[in-house]
């Protein structure tokens, strides 16, 4: 039997990390919304949405119940030139999460993701020769380990990678290539389901390849058909989001009950943290987070 308490996030709210029009709700309305429809914890969301004094956000979440179980930190890797400003800015998000009381969170790091025009262009259908060099992955890989280093040196906090598609680590091969270049004792993988089904993978393999190096789980599902949509007019990722593509749990293509049935024989001890990212203003969150609450529910979760 699988135990695994689970938590939603921000971005189910349209509170993303990327410079969009329209605005998220306030984040009072966020972790009522996420305390109301039965989650027992909530990511940071990006810097300064949620606050930023340490005891101001114990006592919000204190009040409703819930637990803080990580925050996601983008940094661009590829140059060399951003890994000392990014290190700083994951170490800023780990001290304020390792000074919140009652909790065990994790840093979420990511590539800058949607920032380079190819990549966000192609997501779901990256070709190899869109990829990093031998020598760009050595520097990505490098930056990713000294932050990772600094934030368990400097809080005692753990680093989690989380592929994503728009950003260079999206594909299976990517995955794996990341993770060959990391130390499996200082780098977990946060595997996000949709994501990885997204950029072409199976979250069961991924699941069951990686047993070990899974610290962070993303319940995300994905629309095999807004995929195809989307690939046929050559539209973005961020057309893809807006077209629904990470639709509710259990309507999309991902097979939850299989990657919970690996999950329970491998001894996973982690949070699993719903993420339907839509963007600013889309949709109807709540309604959303209580209908994916009980799709969980159905799964013993």
Known sequence: MLKMQIANAPCSWGALEFDLEGDAPAYQRVIDEIKETGYAGTELGDWGFMPTDSKVLTKELHARGLSLVGAFV???FKETANHAAGAESALK????LAAVEGSTPLI???????????RTRNAGRILPEMGLTDAQWQIFAEGVTKTAERVRSDTGLRCVFHHHCAGYVETPFEVDRLLALT???????CLDTGHYCFGGGNPVTCLKQYTTRIWHFHFKDFSREVAQKVARSGQDYFAAVKAGIFCEL???AVDFKSAMAVLAESGYNGWGVVEQD???????PKASAERNRVFLRSLGL
């Open 108 to 118: 979420i790091l990511a590539d800058d993701n949607g920032k380079d025009l190819l």
């Open 183 to 189: 130390d499996p004792n200082l780098v977990g993988l």
């Open 278 to 284: 839509v963007l600013p203003g889309m949709g109807s």
């Open 93 to 96: 998000v780990a001290r304020l």
């Open 74 to 76: 983008p940094v661009g």
């Open 250 to 252: 259990g309507k999309g």
